[in-house]
Structure formats: C-alpha cells, structure tokens
Antibody, heavy 117, light 110 residues
Framework: EVQLVESGGGLVQPGGSLRLSCAAS????????MQWVRQVPGKGLEWVSR????????AYADSVKGRFIVSRDNAKNTLYLQMSSLTPEDTAIYYC??????????WGQGDLVTVSS | QSALTQPASVSGSPGQSITISCTGT?????????VSWYQQHPGKAPKVLIY???NRPSGVSNRFSGSKSGNTASLTISGLQAEDEADYYC??????????FGGGTKLTVL
C-alpha cells in the first residue's frame, strides 16, 4: 500500500525557515517524480514544486522560486521541501504527492505550516 | 503562471449528469495531454479522478470521465450521487515544466 506521511510543519516567524519531510513507503520511491502542493485552509490548491526520480530535475512555482528547495534522499525514501524567507502568505497545508504524468496520484494527509509573529 | 479557469460552482440533481470545464491556453491545457482532475471533500486530501486527460485510476468510478478540446478540458460526472458533493480541481502540465491548478469548482447535489 502506498503511504506518504508529511512532517516538520508548525509555527514559524516571518523571515524564518522550515524543512518539511515526506516519508514514502509501499512503492519504489526512486522510480517516481514527486511533487509538493499547498492549500490555504478554505482556499484552492496551489502547486509548489516537482522533482524527478534521481533529483536531477526540479521545477518551482513563481511564488516560491528562489526561496524553496525540493530534494530527495532515495536511500531514506524521503522527499524534502526546504522553505526559507517565509512570509504569512506561505501559511498553508502542505501536501506531498506521488506524481504520474504531472498528476498527483497518491497524496499524503498534509502538514500545516503557519507563518506568524 | 495564471491559474486555469473553472466555474466557481455547479449543481445538479441526483441521477443527472454535470460537466465542469477547465480553460487554459496553448501553453498548458491545449499543448499537452497532461490534464488531471481531483475531488476534495472538506478536511480531506485531494483524490485524483482523472489523469492524462482521460485516464481513470483503478478504484475510481466510471461515472467520472474526462475529455479535452483545444484549450479546454472537461470533467463529466454521470448519475450524480449525494457523495459527489465536493470541490473539484483541474490541473495541467505547462510549457515551463511547471504545473498549474484551476481555481476549483464547488459541486452541490440538490
């Protein structure tokens, strides 16, 4: 069974940094693109970032480019999102998803990041 | 990257069919067969219904179907059921190698 479990979220001050993790199990992690999607509670989905199986190709939304870095450790079956220079507009639930054809086919339960002083 | 355009809301009665549109440009929806549709119930993670325009993952009801014409993709739900009441989102791969979502459509089952 495919499982994705996000962790690392919480309260952070504006200008601060946070690293999210997504632990994957139930599939051959290194064979799949992965992506991060976020959602402000009560609002729509916003795509954040995408990374290929060996980590050599990444893409970012304009809203996070230069501030967020996606990476992965295939030995640990874990996806990461390093977030820096955070602003209140980054407050959202962050989901990781296994990617197929640029679609999120399996999703984690989400992790809330709150940027506030 | 501008969000794809979806109607804010649609409604239908049980048993009816409804269609949700998703309009983009030739740089996203019209340029690639990488359009996906998601269903999201309150407090839950999104669930994929359709990927690559028309493909339905195993376990998804065949009442859900996808199509595309030009720069507009569509999700059709036939035989509407009360449990279909949810938010629906489309997404597409883009020429910038990014992904863009639609603004979402709230489906109300009357």
């Amino acid at each position: 069974e495919v499982q994705l479990v996000e962790s690392g979220g919480g309260l952070v001050q504006p200008g601060g940094s946070l690293r999210l993790s997504c632990a994957a199990s139930g599939f051959s992690f290194s064979n799949y693109w992965m992506q991060w999607v976020r959602q402000v509670p009560g609002k729509g989905l916003e795509w954040v970032s995408r990374i290929n199986g060996d980590g050599s190709h990444t893409a970012y939304a304009d809203s996070v480019k230069g501030r967020f870095i996606v990476s992965r450790d295939n030995a640990k079956n874990t996806l990461y999102l390093q977030m820096s220079s955070l602003t209140p507009e980054d407050t959202a639930i962050y989901y990781c998803a296994r990617d197929y054809g640029a679609a999120g086919v399996y999703w984690g339960q989400g992790d809330l990041v709150t940027v506030s002083s | 990257q501008s969000a794809l355009t979806q109607p804010a809301s649609v409604s239908g009665s049980p048993g009816q069919s409804i269609t949700i549109s998703c309009t983009g440009t030739s740089s996203d929806v019209g340029g690639y067969n990488y359009v996906s549709w998601y269903q999201q119930h309150p407090g839950k993670a999104p669930k994929v219904l359709i990927y690559e325009v028309t493909n339905r993952p195993s376990g998804v009801s065949n009442r859900f179907s996808g199509s595309k014409s030009g720069n507009t993709a569509s999700l059709t739900i036939s035989g509407l059921q009360a449990e279909d009441e949810a938010d629906y989102y489309c997404s597409s791969y883009t020429s910038r190698t990014t992904v863009v979502f639609g603004g979402g459509t709230k489906l109300t089952v009357l």
